[in-house]
């Protein structure tokens, strides 16, 4: 690494395995820019992290990165991944030979990328300066400011206080977290005049010091929306995951006045996965959190507007208008409903767990709480794709990863793909014909008791953390009595819900219910929710946007 300018100014950062072409790259880089941008060469992957990470700590910024393609140990694609979590708005550049464009294109999708430049860039004031000019332009103009980060301390094993923290995660909202018995928490807690009886605090970015505050209330003091700016609009989009998600883009796209609502935080289930490696378009994989940021914030590019904290109770038909009411008694009205409120997580049924949820048993929590789990025994229950993701996450900082699976194998439930990588983990290992039965732990989890499916023994294991992956129910208790669901509480549609083809009892209009169309006109129905849904994230979000098709049709004949 190389500093060439004072450290006040912002760094242009290159990268390239081969020490020639890094000092050549350098070299040019500083005969243009060298007295306005501090000019920060490497030869590694990991190197240019190390300086990245160094650069972030002084608080210095960073305009553009440029990086080789064909390095060892890590490609510049994955650094450029790994580089957006310190330097979001720095600009991304790839540096590739004319055989790696392929993977040049793929990584507009993987990294944002921003530019790829094609070996050799000679002469540089031809194919190297215009590109950089504009990358610094473009950075220039980019709104740099870092978000102000709440506080929240609290205990670690504290329910509420996970809940908290998986809040402001999973919405994007920036927090650092204190242990309440740790010096920096105390001192919070003295100054917030509050003994540590009541956890968690969080202390917002404006200076509100909030004990234990709810959903509705956490979200409007850190700045999410939590109420509609209308009280009338084309289409309502009920849950933000992927299928609510692509229901909200298209339908703001396509110009109808849209608002999605979502009960905790946009990506559903999917946002909580660790890995998606077979999302097409995505050849190298994608965090679910990093797909689902990427669709809220085209969804609110094209105009869609996204409102958290809202608990939908009631499903109101009057005339023409669709409503929802929800759970603080507001509501709200449109033309047309899309229902995509996907499934919460299967509880495991035993004595002690359900005490202990939060304080050492989680469901859907791996990414929030994995790195207080490095060098320790974990456990992680299901055998399905999220399951086998959780444990290979986990397993990353994890002393073992032992998942625990009821099946005779794991190939009924999970992909080919994720058997492999699962299998050949040298620190996950796999118990089939095995459920858990109960969980043991005064202030926290100490120890699970797994049974033996074919012979009944039980065995008592040290356990501290313990990852429940065992299904799913869908959320439609709101709509009994008005829409129809099948005997597991799916939503039918379409042509699921006459077997003759006829229309359903009590449909009013004189055609059959659309493809997505539930038994109430104009109100649709996708992703997860939907009875006999694939339960894969691309067919939620090709849901999504064919209910949007079929709402556009429905609205022509109002």
């Known amino acids: 690494m190389e500093p060439t300018a004072p450290p006040s100014r912002a760094a242009i950062v290159t990268v390239d395995d081969d020490p020639g072409v890094s000092r050549a790259v350098a070299r040019d880089l500083r005969r243009r820019y060298g007295d306005r941008y501090r000019v920060v060469r490497a030869e590694s992957g990991e190197e240019t992290l190390a300086a990245l990470r160094e650069l972030a700590l002084r608080g210095e910024d960073v305009a553009v990165i440029l990086a080789d393609h064909r390095m060892p140990g890590m490609t510049g694609v994955e650094l450029l991944e790994q580089a957006m979590d310190l330097y979001p708005a720095a600009r991304r550049v790839l540096l590739t030979a004319y055989a790696d464009t392929d993977a040049a294109i793929e990584a507009i999708n993987v990294v944002d990328l921003d530019h790829y430049l094609l070996k050799p860039w000679d002469p540089p004031e031809e194919k190297l300066y215009p590109v950089v000019d504009a990358q610094l332009e473009a950075w220039r103009a980019t709104d740099r400011r870092r978000p102000d980060e709440a506080v929240v301390v609290g205990h670690r094993w504290s329910a509420r206080s996970s809940q908290v923290r998986e809040f402001l995660a999973r919405n994007r909202v920036p927090y650092r977290w204190y242990a309440s018995d740790s010096d920096k928490g105390a001192r919070l807690l003295a100054a917030a005049r509050t003994d540590g009886t009541t956890l968690p605090l969080v202390v917002t970015p404006g200076g509100d010091a909030l004990l234990a505050p709810d959903d509705a209330t956490l979200a409007e003091r850190v700045g999410l929306a939590t109420r509609p ?33 979502e009960r905790t935080a946009t990506g559903g289930q999917a946002g909580q996965s660790s890995r998606i490696d077979n999302y097409l378009g995505f050849p190298d994989g994608i965090s679910g959190g990093q797909l689902a940021e990427r669709a809220r914030r085209q969804a609110v590019r094209f105009g869609a507007e996204i409102v958290t904290t809202r608990d939908a109770v009631e499903l109101v038909v009057d005339g023409p208008a669709r409503g929802v009411r929800f759970g603080d008694g507001s509501s709200i009205d449109a033309h047309a409903v899309v229902l995509a409120s996907g499934v919460t997580y299967r509880l495991l049924d035993g004595p002690g767990l359900a005490d202990l949820v939060g304080r050492g048993v989680y469901y859907g929590s791996a990414l929030t709480e994995a790195a207080a789990c490095q060098d320790q025994e974990v456990y992680v229950v299901g055998g399905a794709n999220s399951a086998g993701q959780a444990a290979l996450y986990l397993a990353r900082e994890a002393k073992e990863v032992t998942l625990v699976v009821r099946g005779d194998t794991l190939s009924r439930s999970m992909s080919a793909y994720l058997v492999e990588q699962v299998e050949a983990h040298p620190r996950v290992r796999v118990l089939t ?52 669901r099948d005997a597991r509480g799916y939503v039918l549609a379409g042509p699921d819900l006459s077997l003759d083809g006829a229309p359903p009892a009590g449909w009013p209009l004189d055609r059959v219910p659309y493809h997505l169309e539930t038994s109430v006109p104009g109100v649709f129905v996708a992703g997860d929710v939907r009875s006999e849904s694939a339960k894969r994230v691309a067919s939620a979000v090709g849901e999504g946007a064919m209910a949007v098709m079929l709402v556009h049709r429905y609205l022509e004949q109002l």
Do not use: N, Q
């Open 229 to 261: 700016a209308e009280e009338f609009y084309d289409l309502v989009v009920v849950g933000g995951g992927p299928a609510g998600l692509s229901a909200a883009l298209y339908g703001a796209s396509e110009g109808l006045r849209t608002v999605l609502v």
């Open 433 to 484: 014909r095995t459920e858990v039965v109960s969980a043991i732990g005064e202030d926290h989890l100490e120890h699970l008791e797994l049974r033996d499916a074919d012979t009944g023994a039980t065995t008592r294991v040290d356990c501290g953390w313990a990852f429940v992956f065992i299904g799913a129910a869908p959320h439609t208790d709101w709509l009994d009595g008005l829409v129809a």
